[in-house]
């Protein structure tokens, strides 16, 4: 990525943490800690999009939530266009809020029912005086027209529309601030397939036409691997690979990775299956093992894996691995 | 309160029609299922091949709504030999969940009826088949949980929070005499072991603890040895690793297959995701709006799909190493159940409409011994022997994962 250093990035994310306590007893005692992110640093250039796969449990969702100060971090640094969120007062992170948004999972749940389309997609431009009051439907009617929503649909209700209707919604009231990063949490993974295609074909649409940056969460590496242009790969609360799309999916090195990908479902009834399966679950993040957190279900570890932590190292062209295979490389 | 306009009036009056219609739907169809002492003349049937274990011919599947009469399931015929996975593919709505309700005889009642068809369950056990549409609630009691039994997509909610895994477990053993344990520490062994079958480490342990202890594929391993324990004949999956990650998904359908040749059942696998039915099913169903549109091997469906829905639900997965900037997608979403149209009722979002396509529904075509679909344009390519290209569908990860492992060894 040394080309691309020179423009600051659109979010720079370093040594994100964020750690939830354990309370416990009548005197609510801090007992210790779910650290649900650890350490994770990561950049978005602009009209890119960076994909975040792992796991449920690993932390993608968190960090999503955590970078845009929904919830209070813990430790670290997100800069947006080098202005660290973080460090912002209340007042001026609100004027900050437009450029970061946000699209949730559930189409279902994040959709007030008691309003209507022109109200949940409008509301945010009013409260931030995005346009004046003059043009406010105009502008509501061409952010409807510019994510495929017809204009008849501005007075009917969220229970009237199907998943992948719901979902433009969504990305319709995120897209109404001009925003120049959008969290996708999941944003596909309610939806079936064929309308998946719609709502990915959208969201790709959008970024070409205003240069937005994405990251993008999920769980599905199809998903990730087509719409990705940087991959990282996310293991209890820590980035344990990260590179180019193209390179992490044809040249994955670490061990998660790789049995990330041979997991997946082929759609090929001729296919041999030579599944590298993990077995067991995910370890807790209250307790996580000691030395590299993958060494109990790594199919390669070897006894330093279970002493030392491995660090997270560029390893050539940008390609970042957090793995005791690579060492001497 | 405002006063109601013309248009509300009419559509209250619409609705207490329907409802009263309704009524009276409710009332008859209820009554022939409550039906106590039925003989057994009346629900013995033969199956048309004694090595199916399931046939279901024409069955019809109705919701009576206030806004009107749904036919969630329209008409579907299939047959499950034995010992063979049968994928049912769809959209949501589309009706694989009720066809696999409608067996079970577990649908939202009295709204859901089976207002027509038959479906017949070969009994290896009693050496009988039965026709399931026609038999009386208390034998269809003994039936389900021994001869078939089911696995749902949310572990989480499948299992109760207050009772033990242990207590859910023994449950099949209490209410199932036929299965022929009934002392307490039989039972316990048994479960045990049925845990220990499906892969569960310190089963013992596991036993005794409550599904909150639990991770999600743990869970989804729980309700397996549930609906092993009586070594069904077959086992209905419906959506069973959608709430799963997909490395928990690999372990679980590793575990189904595995069990599958281990106790000779056979498997109805309903889900959305083709890379599971390739994997896992021998035969494939694919469902739109509540009919079968194609049927076949997984082999038929998969290189040679006949039906334009099926090519485009082959070609909207995403996939970067097409190359192509844009994913394929359908367009248009699915007609509204309540006011199907008389002709096909994918017209709408289908490109490739022939002549015929304006006017009555198709009727499955066989295009080979082991295929069929209900499409004109199928029809008429096969009239004119024109080959249907097929979709590549080749995984993204087939050559990196071959390369590695050459690199392994």
Redesign the interface.
């Known amino acids: 990525m040394a080309e691309e250093t020179k423009e600051t990035p659109v979010l720079k994310v370093v040594d994100l943490k964020k750690y939830f306590p354990i309370k416990q007893g009548v005197a609510q005692k801090t007992v210790g800690y779910v650290k649900a992110v650890d350490g994770v640093s990561f950049e978005i250039n602009k009209g890119k999009t960076y994909g975040l796969v792992g ?2 449990g690993c932390g993608k969702t968190t960090i999503g939530r955590t970078l845009l100060r929904l919830t209070p971090p813990t430790g670290g640094h997100s800069f947006y266009k080098g202005q660290d969120i973080f460090a912002l007062s209340k007042k001026d992170l609100r004027v900050l809020r437009p450029k970061l948004q946000m699209i949730f999972q559930d189409p279902y749940s994040s959709l007030d029912p008691r309003m209507n389309v022109g109200e949940i997609v409008g509301e945010a431009v009013r409260e931030h005086n995005i346009v004046p009051q003059s043009e406010y439907k105009q502008y509501v009617l061409k952010i409807m027209k510019d994510c495929n929503l017809k204009s008849y649909h501005i007075d009917r209700y969220p229970h009237e529309f ?4 719901r979902q433009r919604i969504c990305i319709a009231r995120a897209l109404a601030l001009n925003p120049d990063l959008i969290v996708a949490d999941e944003p596909v993974s309610a939806l ?7 709502v ?2 959208l969201m ?1 649409e959008l970024q070409d036409k205003r240069g937005l940056s994405y990251l993008f969460i999920s ?5 990730v ?3 990705s242009d940087y991959v990282g790969v996310m293991y209890l609360g820590s980035l344990v690979e990260m590179a180019k ?1 193209e390179e992490l ?4 090195l670490h061990p998660y990775s ?14 041999e ?3 590298i ?2 077995e067991g ?2 370890p807790s993040p209250a307790n996580p093992p000691k030395g590299c957190k993958f060494h109990t279900r790594c199919s390669k570890a070897m006894k330093i894996c279970s002493e030392v932590a491995p660090e997270y190292r560029d390893i050539g062209g940008g390609h970042m691995v957090a793995c005791h295979l690579y060492n001497e490389k | 309160m405002a006063k109601k306009t013309q248009k509300e009036i009419e559509r209250n009056a619409k609705i207490k029609q329907i409802k009263k219609y309704n009524l009276g739907k409710y009332k008859e169809l209820q009554i022939k299922k409550k039906r106590k002492n039925i003989p057994e003349e009346e629900y013995l049937t033969k199956m048309h091949n004694p090595d199916n274990v399931l046939e279901i011919e024409n069955l019809h599947t109705c919701f009576y709504s206030d806004v009107g009469t749904v036919r969630a399931v329209d008409g579907v015929t299939f047959d499950i030999p034995r010992g063979k996975t049968l994928g049912v593919v769809g959209e949501s709505g589309c009706g694989k969940s009720v066809t696999s309700l409608s067996v079970m005889r577990i649908l939202q009642e009295p709204q859901g009826q089976i207002s027509q068809g038959e479906i017949r369950l070969n009994v290896k056990r009693q050496g009988k088949a039965f026709d399931l549409t026609k038999v009386s609630q208390k034998f269809m009691e003994e039936i389900r949980g021994s001869d078939i039994s089911m696995i749902f997509q949310e572990p989480m909610t499948t299992l109760n929070p207050v009772f033990t895994i242990g207590k859910q477990l023994d449950e099949v053993y209490l209410y199932h005499n036929e299965l022929g344990i009934s002392k307490p520490a039989a039972m316990k062994k048994k479960s045990i072991e049925n845990l220990e079958k499906v892969g569960i480490a310190n089963a013992p342990r596991v036993y005794s603890m409550y599904p909150h202890e639990l991770s999600g594929g743990m869970r989804q391993r729980v309700v397996i040895a549930m609906a092993l324990s009586s070594n069904p004949e077959l086992i209905i999956a419906d959506e069973p690793t959608t709430a799963l990650d997909v490395t928990i998904q690999a372990q679980i359908l590793d575990l189904l297959r595995n069990l599958k040749s281990e106790l000779n059942a056979s498997i109805m696998l309903i889900t959305h995701d083709l890379g599971v039915v390739a994997e896992m099913a021998d035969l494939v169903v694919v469902m739109y709006a509540g009919r079968i549109v194609e049927k076949g091997t997984v082999r038929d469906i998969f290189h040679h799909p006949a039906h334009p829905y099926t090519i485009g639900l082959m070609k909207s997965r995403p996939s970067a190493m097409t190359g192509e900037n844009k994913l394929f997608s359908i367009p248009g979403s699915v007609p509204n159940p309540v006011e199907l149209p008389d002709h096909c009722y994918f017209r709408s979002r289908c490109d490739k409409c022939v002549a015929a396509c304006a006017y009555e529904y198709p009727q499955m075509t066989k295009l080979t011994d082991t295929h069929y679909v209900a499409c004109y344009w199928a029809k008429e390519n096969k009239e004119n022997g024109i080959e249907i290209e097929e979709v590549k569908l080749k995984s993204d990860f087939e050559d990196v994962l071959q390369a590695k492992e050459k690199e392994m060894k």
């Open positions: 796991e449920s199907s998943g992948g209707q079936d397939v064929s309308v998946q295609a719609q990915i074909n790709k769980h599905d590496l199809s998903v691997e087509y719409i799309k999916f044809k040249h994955p790789i049995a990330l990908l041979s997991a997946v479902p082929v759609p090929n009834p001729d296919y299956m030579h599944r399966i993990l679950d995910i």
